[in-house]
């Protein structure tokens, strides 16, 4: 390989190619009732999908305390409590403002005993509803989430 194509693959092209994936947090919100688990899904913004409340982490929050609070800017959960650590990962395309698209690692934190509110930053902006585990499972896109919600 000449110098030239060196450079360039180690400069501009290298980077591209393996680039680590984004990191982002979701919050999987449960509760029971009499029969089965249910899960809180809400609506994505630019698709209108039916998906977890998530986001990137929170400078000075841990992954847990970050997808607690884009459960409440998302999904009005004033009040959760976090299960410890991940249950699980899943991975998809997001695509930026700028129009690329960029790999995204999102793990999957568990908030169970669960106060909601009307009044959140993105009332507005999005629906929420309970599910069912498997319905929630059918609903998302991206098969490793489905596994997760289905092994609930």
């Known amino acids: 390989m000449s110098n030239l194509l060196l450079q360039a693959w180690e400069g501009m092209i290298k980077p591209i190619l393996f680039r680590p994936k984004r990191v982002q947090v979701a919050a999987l919100c449960l509760r029971t009732n009499s029969r089965e688990k249910e899960v809180l899904m809400i609506t994505s913004r630019g698709t209108g999908r039916w998906i977890l409340p998530k986001g990137w982490p929170i400078s000075g929050k841990d992954g847990g305390e970050s997808a607690l609070q884009e459960a409440w800017e998302e999904a009005g959960v004033q009040k959760g409590r976090v299960e410890g650590d991940p249950i699980g990962a899943f991975s998809y395309e ?5 129009g690329l698209p960029v790999a ?7 908030i169970c005993d669960i106060e909601l509110s009307d009044k959140y930053p993105e009332a507005q902006q999005r629906e929420r509803k309970w599910v069912p585990s498997q319905e929630a499972a059918n609903l998302v896109r991206e098969p490793e989430l489905q596994d997760i919600l289905r092994q609930l």
């Open 104 to 110: 995204v690692e999102t793990f999957v934190y568990t």
């Open 94 to 98: 997001k695509e930026l403002k700028t």
